[in-house]
């Protein structure tokens, strides 16, 4: 085998936690993934794999090397076709992007972008803290609010509209705020930070102007999931993207409040590393994501 025939043995390997599957769906002789394996282990003076009976199964080293592999065989499948005219994207796509979005807006799309492009594979991670995109071997990460850093190039999809919101039973408990002069006599559910911890104040655009009002909470979360369940549960109001809670406004779980007094819209940006290139399957990807995103969710699409 040669080095590229290694990495792919290693990867089957690992996907069928079996030497003997894994040799079944390369149509080799077992003893030859045997073999390769023991040697790149050998080359790499590192154990890749923890051997059993019953299964196989990756070491630290090993899952580190992994990620890595898969990204050179992305990169190696994408050369290949470098220059055939009109040839498709392929490979593997590693992504980052928020809960909800990924739950809501991406997940139900996917069937669409998987049959434009069926010779890619998406590994989607679903987290609302930020990740280290090099660390993690990440092509891209869909983000709400600026990059903030400069080792990430970004590229901009457009504004989240922010709605203020409350439960019926809270408004009923609590009457409905109708202006700034108001928000002294209500709570709010504070939401941290899931990286810095910080708990945003309350927000509001009037005259061109923002403000910040510290309103009174008994509820803080740090996750957006729940930041929403408590409000549905009538804890108190919240500052949400408009996509969030598109589907309870429309049913009448929760009403928005005060809505010529709005926070500033967030922006929404794509970040990927300045030492990437922009591969083919990248740019299919954020071409796709960003035209679903600008008819589902920014500015007029919210």
């Known amino acids: 085998m040669d080095r590229v025939d290694i990495l792919r043995a290693f990867v089957r390997v690992v996907e069928c936690e079996s030497f003997t599957r894994a040799a079944e769906t390369l149509r080799v002789p077992r003893s030859s993934v045997s073999t390769a394996i023991r040697d790149l282990e050998t080359r790499l003076g590192a154990v890749l794999l923890h051997r059993t009976t019953r299964r196989v199964a990756l070491t630290p080293d090993g899952a580190a090397y992994y990620e890595r ?9 994408e ?8 040839s498709p994207a392929r490979g593997r796509l590693r992504i980052s992007v928020p809960g909800r979005i990924g739950r809501l807006i991406l997940a139900p799309a996917l069937p669409d972008f998987l ?33 903030g850093d400069d080792s990430l190039v970004a590229r901009p999809v457009g504004d989240l509209p922010l709605v203020n919101c409350a439960s019926p039973a809270y408004l009923a408990r609590h009457g409905t705020p109708r202006g700034a002069g108001d928000l002294p006599d209500h709570l709010a559910i504070g939401y941290a930070s899931p990286s810095s911890g910080r708990i945003a104040d309350w927000e509001y655009v009037e005259e061109g102007r923002t403000h910040r009002a510290a309103l009174r909470r008994q509820v803080t979360v740090n996750c957006a999931e729940t930041y929403i369940a408590c409000c549905l549960a009538g804890l108190g109001l919240i500052q949400v993207p408009a996509y969030d809670v598109r589907a309870h406004l429309a049913a009448g779980d929760l009403v928005e409040v005060m809505p010529s007094l709005r926070a500033e819209p967030m922006p929404l940006v794509f970040v990927y590393p300045h030492r990437s290139r922009l591969t083919r399957r990248l740019k299919v990807f954020m071409d796709w994501a960003g ?3 600008a008819a589902e969710i920014v500015a007029n699409g919210a």
């Open 79 to 86: 050369a290949e076709t470098l220059f055939r005219t009109g």
């Open 115 to 147: 049959a434009r492009y069926p010779g890619l594979e998406l590994d989607m991670g679903v987290e609302d803290r930020p990740v280290d995109l090099v660390e993690g071997g990440f092509d891209c990460a869909v983000r709400v609010g600026e990059a």
């Open 291 to 293: 035209a679903l995103f």
């Open 69 to 77: 592999c898969l990204r050179l065989l992305s990169d190696f499948e």
